[in-house]
């Protein structure tokens, strides 16, 4: 892997390690059973600062197309994963949602035209189970509303993922730009579901301006612009794989600020789960060993010499694109 996708890579890989602080930040600075007013503080006033500095609206399609993606990524997303950590105890959600990239792998192959491999696949459940020995701990009955709002948060954010890289990016817009789009859109889509089921904000101290500045500036306006970023140059399935590093984020910051104890158990499984998220990264060198062709791997990224700068659209990869039929496209 050479340094310049390694860096990006590891640029991306910030996005989730700040998601996994949202927990320890959420239970110690932030007012409690508020999930739908801290989606809010979380997205819109991110996405406002966001587009003043970007300084462009959609145009045409886009505006649809930012609407939808903001549903998808922010506006459905942010309500339902709140809703399965207030509802499922021991970690379940992030256990559920360890399984994205086996919902990006199978998305891949009905929109974007990709073919999974085996490797994929165990790469992936080699993620889900690593993280399942970190944060699952014996329970009772799980609740079914709370199971159902995790598989869906994942597959909100999964499909997400998948339509962002399907679609890209307008000529001459940057990152910047989608992921103030899509801040903006999924906050004013939480905002009005928020004073109606939550009534009037609550009264704030210090620390709870404080948790949630954080959650605003760091956690999301910088974090979803590396995020959205790193899913126009990287391949679905390569950005995916880093979700697993906010499972073990959490664990890691519940350990060293909250003084969690962390088991031998909970150790191999940050271990598996750490593993499979760098070998989710790496590229297959396939060889020729034959007349029969090699498949191409999904996290197979493009070449450098393809890749977009940082105010450009994404070049389409002509190799992964769908054959087109007499029905069109």
């Known amino acids: 892997m050479d340094a310049h ?13 700040s998601w996994g602080s949202t927990y320890a930040v959420t239970t110690e600075f932030l007012p ?10 979380r997205a819109l006033p991110a996405g406002l600062l966001l ?26 997303f942010f309500p339902l994963l709140f809703l399965s950590a207030y509802r499922l105890p021991g970690g379940m959600a992030a256990v559920v949602g360890s399984i994205g990239p086996l919902f990006v792998a199978g998305l891949s192959v009905l929109l974007l035209g990709d073919r999974p491999t085996l490797r994929t696949l165990l790469t992936g459940i080699a993620a889900a189970l690593g993280v399942s020995l970190v944060v699952l701990k014996a329970a009772g009955a799980l609740d079914p509303v709370g199971v159902l709002a995790a598989l869906a948060s994942t597959a909100s954010m999964s499909t997400g993922t998948v339509l962002t890289k399907r679609w890209g990016r307008p000529d001459g817009i940057g990152p910047l730009a989608l992921t103030a789009w899509q801040l903006t859109a999924g906050g004013l ?15 704030l101290d210090g620390r ?14 910088v974090a979803y612009w590396l995020w959205f ?13 880093l979700g697993p590093l906010s499972p073990l984020t959490a664990a890691v910051s519940g350990w060293a600020a909250l003084g969690q104890a962390l088991t031998p158990v ?12 760098v070998f989710g990264q790496l590229r297959v060198r396939a060889t020729a060993t034959g007349s029969a062709p090699v498949l191409r791997d999904l996290t197979r990224a493009p070449r450098p010499d393809r890749e977009p700068g940082p ?13 087109r039929t007499s029905h069109g496209n």
Request: charged residues 10%; hydrophobic residues 55%.
């Open 5 to 17: 996708r390694s860096a990006l890579i590891a640029l991306t890989a910030l996005a989730p390690i």
């Open 32 to 41: 409690p059973d508020r999930p739908l007013f801290t989606a809010v503080l």
């Open 51 to 76: 587009l003043g500095l970007a300084r462009v609206l959609p145009q045409g399609i886009w505006w649809g197309k930012a609407t939808v993606l903001g549903a998808l990524n922010i506006g459905a």
């Open 189 to 203: 889509l939480i905002a009005p579901v928020a004073l109606v089921v939550e009534g009037a904000p609550p009264a």
């Open 208 to 221: 709870a301006i404080g948790g949630y500045l954080y959650l605003a500036l760091a956690n999301t306006a």
């Open 229 to 241: 970023r790193g899913i126009g140059r990287l391949t679905a399935t390569q950005v995916t794989f």
């Open 266 to 277: 909970q150790l191999a499984g940050m271990t598996l789960a750490f593993g499979a998220t």
């Open 311 to 323: 105010d450009r659209a994404p070049l389409p990869d002509l190799a992964s694109r769908p054959r």
